[in-house]
């Protein structure tokens, strides 16, 4: 804060932070708590194929791999389990380009089968 401003506001602030610390612990706002994440080992597994694709990809393509598809990306991929191009185009948070570059290759790894190396 600069010197100016303390000048100004100072008192107030100091007020303001006063009256905060008088306030009972019982009539502070309370957030709620996030629903917790169900532990799905199998949705984990096909996360974890995914991500292994395109790092793979994201090596030969020279890019980030958050950059080519980011986690978030990865799960509602995990999360649809599509079984064709198609399914998988469908999948919202799939653009196009990674439908292209990333689309056979998820396919199988969603599969259960190995991928070529």
């Known amino acids: 804060m600069s010197a100016r401003l303390a000048d100004q506001r100072g ?5 303001a ?6 306030v009972p612990d019982r009539d ?7 629903a917790r994440r169900v532990v799905d080992p199998d949705f984990d597994r096909r996360v974890e194929r995914l991500k292994d694709v395109r790092n793979a990809a994201a090596g030969r393509l020279e890019l980030d791999p958050g950059v080519l598809c980011p986690k978030g990306t990865l799960e509602a991929v995990a999360r649809a ?3 064709t191009a198609s399914a998988l185009a469908e999948v919202s948070e799939m653009r196009k380009w990674q439908v292209e570059v990333l689309g056979a290759a998820f396919l199988q790894a969603l599969s259960g089968q190995p991928s070529p190396k």
Request: a positive charge; charged letters at 20%; aromatic letters at 4%.
């Open 81 to 83: 389990r599509p079984a």
């Open 28 to 34: 502070l706002p309370r957030f709620p708590r996030g």
């Open 11 to 15: 008192a107030a602030v100091l007020a």
């Open 17 to 22: 932070i006063e009256a905060g610390l008088a």
